[in-house]
């Protein structure tokens, strides 16, 4: 037995009912991102059944270019999440298996975000200055901070509307090791306040052309309790992880990982393992949804990776037997047409795909946490804490 849960970073479906708590009423990444390029192109998407999810939330419109078709291949629903936040840590985690109530703790987005006792601290372990200390995009910090960082050496560090700490050095003024070493760093000093991530924003360029590298790592807070991963490799289920996934899991439950920065190769190495691999999990991020063009608020460039990705789901699904699952989700919202450059909270979009079997829908999904119950009953393990499976329905 072979599953494949692919996880499309930031590709939300609608605002969640708790959207107004996070200043997100009226998101919709999926929809607003159609509407504003004139309508999706999604061939696989559409067949296996993305247009028939907004039907089921209550209040929301069809994705223009993606109606819904009379038989969908796969079995169609959408995830509430029930944690608090809307980062990319909690969505996993929750997909994982997890409930994280509370929720991570935030900085304030003014300066100075930073307690100065984690600030002194800092600096005095890693011996260099410390610009920013408040949330930005992190392309715009760069254009802000960026010159001055070049003639003091001093560290960029900035938050956002997530639970991070964030680090930005150029490879010519901090090198990438010692880069590394400054998150390991901050990630032990900001354990006690329960943050979620530590990350490391390489980049290079001059003044008005810099570039943020494909070398970002991502230092995750340690789970209190075991994920589905942890569970399949503790009962010999090999479990392997693309993309950025070793990073979010705290590099815990993983018999292979191939980490990757971009979502070609991801692809290209889902489709690796997906021909060589016989049995176990294959998990993965596609993270450029979320990176290049969420963030950014490009919804052209939003849109164009859809299709992409949907393109490689079609040579996907030619690989897959009957013997195979394919999970497509996300881990939250990110409309490239929403005020701001944070996450949005949203619906995510469910499908459940295995070769022969018609697709019936799955309702509205109290909990990301149905995927990791329904890998376990996939794979014979004992039910997990919470969630509830969807393959009886599927």
Not at 31 to 44: D, I, K, N
Request: proline share 8%; hydrophobic share 40%; glycine share 12%.
């Amino acid at each position: 037995m072979k599953a494949i849960t692919i996880i499309l970073d930031s590709v939300g479906i609608g605002a969640a009912p708790d959207a107004g708590d996070y200043h997100d009423a009226g998101a919709a990444t999926l929809r607003h991102c159609a509407e504003r390029v004139g309508g999706l192109r999604l061939p696989t998407l559409q067949r296996l059944g993305l247009g028939n999810i907004p039907a089921l939330l209550p209040g929301e419109a069809p994705i223009p270019g993606v109606p819904p078709v009379p038989q969908p291949a796969a079995s169609y629903g959408a995830m509430r999440e029930v944690s608090e936040g809307k980062d990319t840590i909690t969505g996993h985690w929750e997909i994982g298996g997890l409930l994280m109530r509370p929720g991570f703790h935030l900085f304030p987005p003014g300066y100075p975000s930073f307690p100065a006792d984690l600030v002194a601290a800092f600096t005095r372990c890693t011996g260099r200055g410390l610009l920013g200390n408040k949330a930005a995009s992190g392309t715009a910090i760069l254009e802000e901070l960026g010159p001055e960082h070049l003639r003091a050496g001093a560290w960029i560090a900035y938050t956002s509307g997530d639970s991070v700490f964030q680090l930005a050095a150029h490879n010519d003024v901090i090198p990438l090791a010692e880069l590394y070493r400054g998150c390991e760093i901050a990630r032990e000093l900001c354990n006690p306040l329960r943050i979620g991530r530590v990350i490391a924003r390489p980049f290079v360029g001059r003044p008005g052309a810099w570039i943020r590298t494909e070398d970002r790592r991502d230092y995750a807070y340690q789970p209190g309790e075991a994920t589905v991963l942890e569970r399949l490799q503790q009962a010999g289920v090999p479990v392997y992880g693309v993309g950025k996934i070793e990073d979010i899991f705290a590099q815990r439950g993983l018999t292979e990982s191939v980490h990757t920065g971009n979502n070609h190769t991801s692809q290209a190495q889902v489709l690796a393992f997906t021909r060589a691999k016989q049995d176990g999990l294959i998990i993965a991020n596609f993270i450029d949804f979320d990176m290049l063009y969420g963030h950014r608020r490009d919804a052209p460039g939003f849109a164009a990776a859809l299709e992409q990705t949907d393109d490689f789901l079609r040579g996907l699904l030619a690989l897959l037997t009957a013997d195979d699952l394919l999970l497509i989700t996300a881990d939250h919202g990110n409309d490239p047409t929403f005020r701001g450059t944070d996450h949005t909270r949203e619906y995510v979009p469910l499908l459940a795909y295995q070769a022969g079997r018609p697709g019936r829908p799955l309702g509205i999904r109290q909990g990301f946490f149905d995927v990791a119950q329904s890998l376990a009953a996939c794979f014979g393990l004992p039910p997990l804490p919470r969630g509830v499976s969807f393959l009886s329905d599927a």
